[in-house]
């Protein structure tokens, strides 16, 4: 398997929002918003700013070895190891989080998690008297259903419809009504040497553990452990108590709040808009399986959706007796994860870079270390076939990110017989309307006008010819231009990035294990350009 490799600028694809383009140019009216420039040399103030952050390292390493123990006993030695060092002062940890979603969701799952994982890897190269441990955050807490229950492989969509429960934590959803879905995915898969590795492991995975929590984090570290990726899932009542003075805080004063907003509006002074939206009070409260905002009315606090008022002395009880019920939203989730880890950086995607810049404000207030923002690496993926019919067609790089009917109306007319287009003709045409646009001003200027318009219900003519001139030739052509909407199809599934759509399934069926190896050696973390990954025979 051999991967030639190039680059897009992320403004050459298209796709990249201008927050995410603005913040790894450096422009200076983001400055303000951010510690650190996302540059290597830079870790070594965020190093120093790091240095005396006062977590409990040592309760932080025992709730993931228990954890580990509890859910994936044969981890591999590498993670215990980065479990132990975690208890080190000179340890510091990379984090990149994401939802639960199905069989990992969308490819930029993978990258997310490969980019952490060579970051980690670069900074122990850069910075040998130090250990970086990479860390993959579960947002198990996370209550969007809809966002987590579907993958697209194949050119399916595979939907987990009929969850037991999906008003709370997904972590918490049973994951036994998978069942049906697991046997459908397990046909699509085959029967390959690849298949039959990867459906142990899902099948280990999903029909082994009892809530989708338990199952991600078992193929999270099956897929990613022999890197040393450590899984953190934050939904732990010791670790909790850890946060209970931000929780306290902002039951009482609702600071965050207040920050943001005054972050926000500078970002708009900037010419940007915020991310995430901002709530009074950026906290939820867990009820069995229920998830839900809570809400200050007067001098109570409301459970939205549920029956439950607290008063002010009643909900800080609550908190200090049950602090594993209070889960932050994206505003404060940020700050829970800098005051439980030694973190030092976190690989976000483009909406996550954006809304970490919404929040620097928070870490001054409560004296935490604001990490270094990294932007995830982006790639895409062609396989060889792929590859050749680009060739075959003459299908450029930079035509998969064009629309669809333009790459084609190109085709056509590169590849047709006669010259679909009428420039001589018009340009003859005008000649002769302009000749009698000189005769009729020598009569009446007034008339001037009228070879104009007569001229251009031509033009309007001629355009129609061209258009129907091409429709007729696509026919001709029908072969190269099915070919060409299949090929951007593929590539560029439903119009969006690959990343964004396409399961790694089908490419860890193609490629085996070694996919992952093949993309942790060509994405570079400190190189933030759109790398294109063509197999060949080189």
């Known amino acids: 398997m051999q991967f030639r490799k190039t680059y897009l600028t992320l403004d ?13 140019k450096g422009e200076p009216a983001l400055a303000p918003f951010y510690e650190y420039h996302p540059d290597i040399k830079e870790f070594k103030k965020a190093i120093e700013g790091r240095k005396n952050a006062g977590m409990n390292r040592q309760l932080l390493a025992d709730v993931l070895m228990e954890r580990y123990k509890a859910n994936a006993p044969d981890t591999t030695e590498a993670v215990k190891k980065n479990i132990e060092s975690i208890a080190s002062p000179d340890c510091f940890t990379v984090t990149t989080g994401h939802q639960l979603c199905l069989f990992t969701g969308p490819l930029f799952f993978i990258y997310k998690i490969l980019t952490t994982i060579n970051v980690a890897k670069k900074l122990r190269e850069e910075y040998p008297g130090y250990k970086f441990v990479p860390v993959y955050w579960m947002a198990s807490e996370d209550h969007d259903f809809a966002e987590i229950n579907h993958a697209y492989l194949f050119g399916r969509k595979l939907e987990w419809a009929s969850a037991e429960k999906t008003g709370g934590p997904v972590g918490n959803i049973p994951v036994l009504s998978l069942k049906p879905l697991l046997d459908d995915l397990f046909a699509i898969m085959g029967s390959s040497p690849a298949a039959s590795e990867l459906r142990n492991i899902i099948t280990q995975a999903y029909c082994n553990h009892a809530t989708l929590s338990e199952a991600v984090f078992y193929l999270a570290d099956r897929l990613f ?44 002074e900037a010419g940007l808009e915020p991310q995430i939206y901002n709530r009074e009070i950026n906290l939820f409260y867990i009820d069995g399986d229920t998830r839900n905002r809570i809400e200050k009315q007067g ?23 049950s602090p594993e019920k209070f889960s932050p939203n994206v505003v404060l989730r940020p700050l829970y994860q800098q005051i439980i880890l030694p973190n030092i950086a976190y690989v976000g995607g483009p909406s996550e870079i954006a809304y970490w810049l ?8 409560y004296k935490a270390a604001y990490p270094v923002l990294l932007p995830r690496c982006s790639a895409l993926v062609i396989d060889r076939q792929s590859a050749e019919r680009m060739n075959k067609l003459e299908i450029k790089l930079s035509d998969l990110f064009r629309d669809t009917e333009e790459t084609i109306k190109e085709h056509v007319v ?4 006669v010259n679909t287009g009428f420039e001589e003709e018009k340009y003859q045409l005008k000649k002769i309307y302009d000749a009698m646009a000189m005769k009729i001003k020598q009569v009446d200027p007034t008339l001037v006008s009228l070879p104009e318009a007569e001229l251009q219900k031509q033009y309007n003519a001629i355009k129609g010819m061209e258009t129907k001139l091409i429709r007729a030739q696509k026919q001709k052509l029908e072969n190269s231009v ?38 942790a050696d060509n994405l570079d973390p400190f190189d933030f350009r759109f790398a294109v990954l063509r197999e060949s025979d080189d």
């Open 12 to 24: 050459e694809t298209g796709y990249f929002p201008k927050t995410l383009l603005e913040y790894i």
């Open 225 to 268: 452990g022999e890197y040393g990726l450590v899984i953190v899932d934050a939904a732990n009542t010791r670790l909790k108590r850890e946060f209970l003075p931000v929780i306290c805080d902002e039951l009482e004063n609702q600071n965050s709040c207040k920050l943001v907003e005054q972050t926000n509006t500078r970002l708009k």
């Open 299 to 321: 001098s109570a606090y409301r459970i939205l959706n549920t029956d439950k008022i607290f008063t002010a002395d009643q909900i800080a009880a609550e908190a200090k007796a």
């Open 358 to 365: 919404q929040l620097k404000g928070i870490f001054t207030h």
């Open 414 to 417: 590169k590849n047709s017989p």
């Open 482 to 519: 099915n070919q060409i909407r299949k090929l951007k199809e593929k590539l560029i599934p439903s119009g969006e990035l690959q990343e964004r759509h396409d399961n790694f399934i089908p490419f860890y069926l193609a490629y085996g294990k070694s996919f992952f190896s093949m993309l």
